[in-house]
């Protein structure tokens, strides 16, 4: 009986202390060169390789409270790095200033607490954008860019979008505030934005009858469009740097258009049409301009200054009972204006952009190919 009842209250303990299979992170969140406390800063760990567990969803995140406090708790052992954003603050991890990853090793069954994660105060940029008649230009897209050294074999330089500083528009007073900024060098472009209605500024009608439209194009401080003669803005941490004043310069309009098809030849209607600058000319500065096309497959889009983008196109996803079916992809075929073929037989992999030269004269004889889905 004494042996039954032994094995029954080992049986017991056995099932009260299981072993630890995840462990946790603790610590805080201060301002660099001090204690001063960061409160309402997300947290994120972003896994170092694949963690020694499971991890469901997204990377574990937290708010930190009044005193600047974050916890975690049920993670799958591994090591992980920390990252840590407000607004106000410059980002962590920032490769152009040779910056290194904070990580932190989580063991099953411990907490690592003390973890102490500093943040910088960020630099600002502030200034104003006028139009060429000295008027405040109003919902301008105004970046703050890094340049970046072009990769081997003889690439130029280009300009990226400095870590986590999203594009501002300009007021009413034609004013910008790029905030957030860790310290060194940076170019300010300005670019045609949106209005509050979210409609592109247009091209501006001709001046005479005769003559070309034009349309605002991409200007660089202190008030130029070719990126070789951008003026550089140096950033300090928490400094500011004001009364930037540029004016924004126009350039002629020209059209893009064409017509999209699918890999049968027949046209494809309400397709989404993109066109982008291309990256390998020094400049990431996003959409160029935007359609849809028509029931017989064609597009226009207006407004586009000279220069090299990339065209695409896709199908929307359209829910139906045999599925989720649309089609995605893009190429020029013998088309006008500087296009350049490409093609793709493959269903399996996505085809590269067309590209689209913009020079003196509308694009037109655009072909782009979408693939259909198989599923």
């Given at each position: ?217 991409t200007t660089y401080y202190p008030g130029t469009t070719d990126a070789a003669g951008a003026q550089s803005v140096a950033v300090t941490a928490g400094a500011e740097v004001g009364s930037l004043v540029f004016t924004m310069q126009s350039a002629p309009a020209f ?62 996803m359209i829910m139906n009972n045999g599925g989720i079916g649309g089609a995605a992809g893009s190429a020029g075929v013998g088309a006008t204006g500087g296009i350049v073929s490409f093609s793709s037989s493959d269903l399996g992999r996505s085809e590269p952009p ?22």
């Open positions: 009986m004494l042996t039954v009842i032994g094995l029954v209250v080992a049986l017991s303990l056995s099932q009260a202390a299981p072993v630890a299979t995840t462990g946790g992170i603790a610590g805080h969140v201060t301002v660099e060169g001090g204690n001063t406390p960061v409160p309402g800063a997300r947290v994120m760990l972003l896994p170092m390789g694949r963690p020694n567990g499971p991890m469901i969803g997204g990377p574990p995140q937290a708010i930190t409270d009044q005193e600047g406090r974050f916890a975690f708790d049920r993670l799958a052992p591994g090591e992980y790095r920390i990252d840590a954003q407000k607004t106000g603050f410059a980002p962590m991890f920032n490769p152009g200033t040779g910056g290194r990853p904070s990580t932190v090793q989580v063991v099953a069954g411990q907490i690592a607490d003390g973890v102490r994660v500093q943040l910088q105060r960020g630099g600002v940029i502030v200034g104003k954008v006028l139009d060429p008649s000295g008027e405040p230009f109003t919902d301008a897209r105004v970046m703050a860019m890094r340049r970046v050294n072009g990769s081997a074999g003889g690439a130029p330089p280009r300009f990226v979008p400095a870590p986590m500083q999203g594009s501002q528009q300009t007021n009413d007073l034609g004013e910008f505030r790029l905030s957030g900024l860790a310290p060194g060098e940076y170019y300010v472009a300005a670019m045609r934005g949106t209005n509050v209605l979210g409609v592109t500024r247009s091209a501006a009608p001709p001046a005479e009858k005769g003559s070309a439209r034009t349309v605002p194009a059209r893009v258009s064409g017509v999209v098809v699918g890999d049968d030849g027949m046209p494809v209607a309400r397709a989404m049409v993109m066109l982008v600058g291309d990256p390998r000319n020094g400049m990431f500065m996003g959409p160029a301009g935007n359609a849809q096309s028509g029931e017989d497959g064609r597009f226009v889009i207006d407004d586009v200054s000279a220069g090299s983008y990339r065209a695409t196109a896709m199908v929307p067309a590209e689209i030269v913009v020079t003196d004269t509308d694009v037109r004889g655009v072909r782009l190919i979408v693939r259909r889905s198989s599923q």
